[in-house]
């Protein structure tokens, strides 16, 4: 670099020189907001993370797309007119989380649609639900619909401490902890029922046959069940119960399967009692290894009446095998379609028990921001011959009670029929 003397004698050299530090220093300021910007985003996204975290205050709570969505017809002031009357007149306003009172307006909008599978669920519902599905939880590990518009349970999963307590299907849930359930969404009730793993909770219910309701406390425990379970009974008869149809049941049901087929069992019994469903594509895969390649296993049924027929993929492993299926009032969703599929494609099947709970409609699961999820129903679920699941259930070939002394006293006449009509199908005395 030239010094203060060179630069004297020389106006050229000082003009190159001074342009020369002119680029240095902006090189150096665009490094610095370069780096000042990096910083600030990354700080931004970790408050807007501890903001979805912490509660929101209703007095400094602000919105995005506030305008967004009046028109002619909805005038959507009425929403911030409301927002605004919460905000000064509500007797406790310190205490609202203005994040709570938004989801609670989207869960509004959503159940006012009239159908109780339409939900959106708020980060801790999202996660709840995610557990739900893999079958690793805190709970009760009990299934909950609504029928009649009332809190019902569809099924007790098997070992857990809601079956172990004598929850029961088609036990009608009145209280939870002396909270009515009438006032409840599916997720609230979920939500008050679970709880962390040694902790009790109290369920005021009906069951159908009693003259009272009673009082069934449940101690919660970590639950995590296996989907699909197999055992070999008298005469060689496999028995496989599917509890769910989660994220191992396509795993499970193709090794159980394999085994029937390389210990030469003779018939099989497949049990799907208290089955309250799962994934669609699962219920297919299952399917694929009891039909044969591409036979109609569900018909999706759009609003618009269109229909998508969904077919079998191949590794068909058992359709030549005689076979009963066990259905009762707990069975739904995934359970009913595969229970249809098998009865509608093969006539070595026989259906026996009660008939199915009646979840029919499809529900497609859509991540949302901020670790939010919706659940929309999309269609609804009819059986290859084109008989309507929803509402209806399925209806089993041969019913068979399955009374509360049946149950006090470990009798299972459900499964005795289906082993006695194997028997009798074999020709075995």
């Known amino acids: 670099m030239p010094d203060s003397q ?35 985003v990354g700080f931004e996204r970790g408050q807007k993370y501890d903001q979805l975290k912490a509660p929101i205050s209703i007095e400094s709570a602000t919105f995005k797309n506030k305008e967004q969505g009046a028109d002619s017809v909805i005038d959507f002031s009425l929403f911030w007119n409301v927002w605004e009357l919460l905000k000064n007149k509500y007797v406790d306003t310190g205490s ?13 909008m959503m159940q006012a649609t009239g ?33 009649g518009g009332i809190l019902t349970v569809i099924a007790p999963l098997q070992g857990t401490p809601a079956e172990k307590a004598g929850i029961r299907s088609g036990d009608k ?50 639950i995590s069940v296996k989907s699909v ?35 030469k069992n003779r018939a099989l019994v497949i049990d799907m009692r208290n089955n309250p469903g799962g994934y ?3 219920s297919i895969d299952v399917a694929s290894k009891l039909l044969p390649k591409d036979k109609v296993v569900v018909i999706e049924e759009s609003g618009n009446k269109s229909q998508k027929k969904m077919y079998t993929r191949g590794g068909d492993l058992a359709s030549g095998l005689e076979t009963v299926v066990l259905i009762n009032e707990g069975s739904a969703s995934a359970s009913e379609i595969l229970a249809g599929a098998l009865k509608n494609n093969r006539s070595n099947v026989t259906l026996i028990g009660k008939k199915s709970f009646g979840k029919g409609s499809v529900q497609e699961f859509i991540e949302m921001p901020q670790g939010t999820a919706a659940k929309i129903t999309v269609a609804r679920w009819l059986t290859p ?39 009798e199908k074999l020709g075995i005395k």
Do not use: C
């Open 6 to 40: 060179q630069l004297k004698n020389s106006p050229e050299e000082f003009r190159i020189y001074k342009k020369r530090m002119l680029r240095y220093f902006f090189q150096i300021f665009a490094i610095i907001v370069l780096v000042a910007g990096i910083f600030w």
């Open 96 to 108: 609202l989380d203005a994040q709570k009172l938004f989801y609670g307006a989207i869960k509004g």
């Open 115 to 147: 159908d109780p599978y339409t939900t959106f669920l708020d980060p801790i519902e999202n996660q709840k639900f995610g557990e739900d599905i893999s079958g690793n939880f805190e709970g009760i590990g009990a299934e909950l619909g609504i029928k």
């Open 173 to 222: 849930i009145i209280k939870i902890d002396g909270k009515a359930a009438s006032d409840m969404t599916i997720e609230e009730a979920v939500d008050h029922i679970r709880g962390k793993n040694g902790t009790n909770v109290v369920l005021t219910v009906y069951r159908e046959g009693n003259a009272d309701t009673q009082d069934i406390t449940v101690q919660r425990g970590i």
């Open 229 to 263: 379970t197999l055992e070999v009974r008298e005469n060689n008869i496999a028995y496989i119960k599917i509890t769910r149809f989660g994220d191992d049941t396509s795993k499970l049901f193709a090794e159980a399967i394999k085994k029937v087929v390389a210990q």
């Open 280 to 282: 669609l594509e699962t």
């Open 385 to 423: 011959d084109g008989t309507q699941i929803n509402e209806q259930g399925i209806k089993p070939d041969k019913e068979v009670d399955f009374s509360n002394d049946d149950y006090e006293n470990n009798r299972d006449p459900q499964l005795d029929e289906a082993l006695k009509l194997l028997k």
